[in-house]
């Protein structure tokens, strides 16, 4: 029996690793900060899409409507080289 009220006060470590930020991961990522059974962090590599920028692709600032971050416990590993910064048309 002392096991089993272990196991119901036992939380969760999650560490999420994401390229960047994105608008569409944003809720999941909310609601998983909520939930009483996880202690989770996301760690994104880039902060495109966090922030406004210029996107190469459509030749103007973009930023998305929604935040990405807010209300989600992580940090951005700047020190570590981007994939977003590299030229993958030939792959990774």
Request: net charge neutral; aromatic share 8%; proline share 7%.
């Amino acid at each position: 029996m002392i096991r089993l009220a272990q196991a119901r006060n036992r939380r969760y470590r999650v560490l999420i690793v994401a390229t960047h930020a994105v608008q569409y991961s944003a809720p999941i990522y909310r609601q998983m900060a909520r939930h009483p059974e996880l202690d989770m962090e996301v760690a994104y590599c880039s902060l495109r899409g966090a922030e406004s920028g210029l996107d190469p692709d459509f030749g103007k600032e973009v930023k998305w409507d929604v935040p990405c971050s807010t209300g989600i416990p992580g940090c951005c590993c700047e020190t570590a080289p981007s994939i977003l910064d590299r030229d993958v048309s030939s792959g990774f």
